[in-house]
């Protein structure tokens, strides 16, 4: 008998022993759209069909933002670095790659807001406009656009757009940075910068940079 077909029903008992020789790649598209079935919902029930956000209830834009950014925050939600009472479950149900599947899907949707030239501000002098574009020096608060970017639009994969994203979603992540609900930057420099702020000054410049928007 030829050895090698002696061979084939080890060869078969071996593969069945390993089904995840035949698993499919997770489908960033369809974890966006319709969950993973194994407790992450769809996405974009919250951040949007083409995940541009949600203004009114305050979510972030994800299009266009980094794939490096997405997949670091999603995995601070899964650890708890990052709290949310909504994005830690569905974020613990990812696996790491449904993970970086879904954050190579956002970060390939287009972004208007992160295109064209830098919109031109309607107010440069009011005081978020001025924590925005040149810091408060004096209490070691540097410029936004000095780490986010000169017009805001980031600089991945550390640092994130900010321009355009709503105004309650800006003001929650500084009042969590403040607070040290969030604790995932690095080298803890969010934490430093923002615990300098009152409350009213984080209120202007989620404002203003809420408004700047490329549209």
């Known amino acids: 008998m030829n050895k090698n077909l002696t061979r084939i029903p080890l060869l078969l008992l071996a593969?069945?022993?390993s089904p995840w020789l035949f698993a499919a790649?997770?489908?960033?598209?369809?974890?966006?759209?319709?969950?993973?079935?194994?407790g992450a919902t769809a996405c974009i029930a919250c951040?949007?069909?083409?995940?541009?956000?949600?203004?009114?209830?305050g979510y972030p834009y994800l299009a266009g933002l980094s794939a490096d950014y997405l997949r670091n925050q999603l995995t601070a939600f899964s650890s708890g670095s990052r709290k949310n009472a909504v994005m830690q479950p569905i974020a613990g149900s990812l696996s790491k790659q449904d993970i970086a599947?879904?954050?190579?899907?956002?970060?390939?949707?287009p972004n208007d807001r992160l295109k064209g030239s830098a919109a031109t501000p309607s107010d440069v002098s009011g005081k978020g406009?001025?924590?925005?574009?040149?810091?408060k020096w004096a209490a070691g608060v540097p410029a936004c656009f000095r780490c986010h970017g000169a017009d805001g639009r980031g600089v991945a994969p550390h640092f994130p757009?900010?321009?355009?994203?709503?105004?309650?979603y800006i003001r929650n992540q500084l009042?969590?940075?403040?607070?040290g609900a969030r604790s995932n930057d690095p080298l803890g420099l969010m934490q430093s910068?923002?615990?300098s702020l009152s409350r009213d000054e984080i209120d202007a410049v989620a404002r203003y940079l809420a408004a700047q928007s490329e549209k």
């Open 175 to 179: 009042v969590a940075w403040q607070t």
């Open 161 to 168: 757009p900010v321009v355009g994203q709503p105004e309650a």
């Open 129 to 135: 406009a001025v924590l925005a574009r040149n810091g």
């Open 47 to 57: 951040h949007g069909q083409q995940g541009q956000g949600n203004a009114d209830a």
């Open 15 to 17: 593969l069945s022993a």
């Open 25 to 38: 790649s997770p489908d960033g598209q369809t974890i966006a759209t319709q969950g993973n079935g194994k």
């Open 101 to 109: 599947a879904v954050a190579e899907y956002f970060s390939g949707l």
């Open 193 to 195: 910068v923002v615990k």
